[in-house]
């Protein structure tokens, strides 16, 4: 799954510098899931407090699943959408992402979270083929 680049935005990167308001933008519209789903744990984290807001509901289908996938998989779309929310995000098995505060209180817990064993612990049969 590729982001829907505008022209104008292409021209930017090809220039050299690129408005990463605009990168952002791209990302909020080439990946609509994907957005909703960091938005809606973003706003979760904000109301609730705690250490941190996760999903643990599977995407309604593949299409979504692919959103997630190349949100969180690519450096630039990670590390832009964090810079956007002012959050750290993590990610585990084919849904469940998570949102924590940039820093602070929450860093064992992330910590915890992004491990191992926190990995193994999240694991199920019917993951597999996530």
């Known amino acids: 799954m590729s982001l829907d680049v505008s022209p104008a935005l292409l021209e930017q990167?090809?220039?050299g510098e690129v408005d990463e308001a605009e990168f952002v933008d791209c990302v909020?519209?080439?990946l609509?899931?994907?957005?909703e789903m960091i938005s809606s744990l973003v706003d979760r984290l904000q109301v609730d407090g705690g250490e941190f807001a996760d999903n643990q509901v599977p995407p309604p289908d593949e299409q979504a699943r692919g959103q997630l996938l190349r949100a969180l998989a690519s450096d630039a779309i990670r590390g832009a959408l964090q810079r956007h929310f002012g959050v750290r995000l993590a990610?585990?098995?084919c849904h469940r992402v998570a949102v924590f505060?940039?820093?602070g209180a929450?860093?064992?817990r992330l910590t915890r979270f992004?491990?191992?064993r926190g990995q193994?612990?999240?694991?199920?049969p019917q993951l597999r083929d996530c």
């Open 13 to 15: 990167a090809e220039r």
């Open 114 to 116: 992004t491990s191992v």
């Open 106 to 108: 929450s860093d064992e």
């Open 120 to 124: 193994i612990l999240n694991q199920s």
């Open 91 to 93: 990610f585990q098995n």
């Open 32 to 35: 609509p899931y994907a957005w």
């Open 28 to 30: 909020r519209k080439s």
């Open 101 to 103: 505060p940039p820093a």
